[in-house]
Structures are given as structure tokens and as C-alpha cells.
């Protein structure tokens, strides 16, 4: 069974850009949940979709954003880039059953010059 | 805000020695989790133990949950080079929350 697949792993963008990143889950699994990480504030998670909707969210501001598609792929956007989104954003899907247990992608890694 | 933390933030031990993590949490919770991540790659969960459990193995992996001290600790048996990686705590809350919560992690270097 195929992994969970991010594109692009790197990046490097400007501020006042915007982005969009991709996220694949593993077939079947309907929940993917979006994570932002850096070195000074670890793993935080921005928002969970499941079957299209999003269930849960995360405390940033509303330039992240993200949708769903029929097929559970994901994508995130962020606008109008700052120096401090520069960081590791990780995908993770699941089944989204209450067990929780997340399958990782490899992550996109962004830089804001 | 963050649910709890890794503690050390850093460990460094010799090849064969024994590593333990502990992970404290501030609410409720219905499960922890543990994963491990590799440098700059993805999370690769490693074990999960529920509110009701108070031990888990896994090959070399031994985890213990504490529930009235709100904690969990993580024991690498026998560790190895290839064991270098960042472990994470994360709580499954209770009340519904689909959402495990990590911490920042403890970096672990097992030198040769």
C-alpha cells in the first residue's frame, strides 16, 4: 500500500507570496490533518479534514487554509508569506476513528526569504 | 497552547546503553502515542497505549503510563546508531478530540 505522498518536498518562496501545498493519503484513509513544524514551537497542528469538511482547526491565523477533495487528497494554502512560515509542513492521514493513529508523509519544506 | 512535553529535550548515550523519555500531559486523555522521526523526514508511529493500560512492549520499546501522575515514559532497550531520531509524545484527548497533540520532542544521539 502506497505511503503518504507531500509535494513538493522543498521550496523557496518570497514574502507576500503564497503557496500551495499537496497531500496524498493512504488509499482509504479518509482524515488528513496538517502540521507546522519548527524548531522553536515543535509540531503544531493547523487543521483536519474529513471526507471534505474540516473537522477540527488549529490556532493559526486565516491565511492557512486547506481544503479536501472526493478522493481525500488535501492541499493547504498559505497567503500573503511571512518569514516565520518557514518551516516544515507535515501531512498525516488516518482512518479518523478515535484510536488516532497518524501516517506521516515526508513533508514540504518551506523557506520565505 | 501546548499539552505537555518530552523530557530531556536531549539525550546522548553510548551504543548498548538503555534511553528513557518521559512525556507529561495536563488533561484528560484516552491514549498516547509515540512516534519517531528521522531528521528532517516524516513521523513514524512506534506505539500507542490506552487510558486503561499501565505497560506496553514492542520489540526493543517499553511503555509505561501513568495516568495519576499524567505521565508516560518511553524505554529504548539496547539502543543502536540507528535509533538517532526524535521521539514525540502525543495525546489522543478525551471528549471526542480526533486530534493527537504532540510536544517538541526529544532528540536522541546513540553514538557507535
Known amino acids: 500500500k502506497a505511503g503518504v505522498t507531500q509535494t513538493p518536498r522543498y521550496l523557496i518562496k518570497t514574502r507576500g507570496q503564497q503557496v500551495t501545498l499537496s497531500c496524498s493519503p493512504i488509499?482509504?484513509?479518509?482524515?488528513v490533518s496538517w502540521y507546522q513544524q519548527t524548531p522553536g514551537q515543535g509540531l503544531q497542528f493547523l487543521f483536519e479534514?474529513?471526507?471534505?469538511?474540516?473537522?477540527n482547526k488549529g490556532n493559526f491565523p486565516g491565511r492557512f487554509s486547506g481544503r479536501q477533495f472526493s478522493n481525500s487528497r488535501s492541499e493547504m494554502n498559505v497567503s500573503t508569506l511571512e518569514l516565520g512560515d518557514s518551516a516544515l509542513y507535515l501531512c498525516a492521514s488516518s482512518l479518523g476513528d478515535l484510536t488516532g493513529e497518524l501516517f506521516f508523509g515526508e513533508g514540504s519544506r518551506l523557506t520565505v526569504l | 497552547s501546548q499539552q505537555g512535553e518530552e523530557d530531556p529535550q536531549a539525550l546522548s548515550i553510548q551504543e548498548g546503553e538503555n534511553a528513557t523519555m518521559n512525556c507529561s500531559y495536563k488533561?484528560?486523555?484516552?491514549?498516547l502515542q509515540w512516534y519517531r522521526q528521522n531528521s528532517g523526514r516524516g513521523l513514524v508511529h512506534l506505539i500507542l497505549?490506552?487510558?486503561?493500560?499501565r505497560e506496553k512492549h514492542s520489540g526493543r520499546l517499553r511503555v509505561t503510563l501513568d495516568t495519576s501522575k499524567k505521565s508516560s515514559s518511553l524505554l529504548i532497550t539496547a539502543s543502536r546508531a540507528a535509533d538517532t531520531a526524535s521521539y514525540f509524545c502525543?495525546?489522543?484527548?478525551?471528549?471526542?478530540?480526533?486530534?493527537?497533540?504532540f510536544g517538541r520532542g526529544t532528540s536522541l544521539i546513540v553514538h557507535p
Open positions: 488509499s482509504g484513509h479518509r482524515s
Open positions: 502525543a495525546r489522543g484527548l478525551s471528549g471526542g478530540s480526533y486530534i493527537p497533540t
Open positions: 497505549i490506552r487510558s486503561n493500560e
Open positions: 479534514y474529513f471526507s471534505e469538511t474540516q473537522r
Open positions: 488533561t484528560s486523555i484516552n491514549n
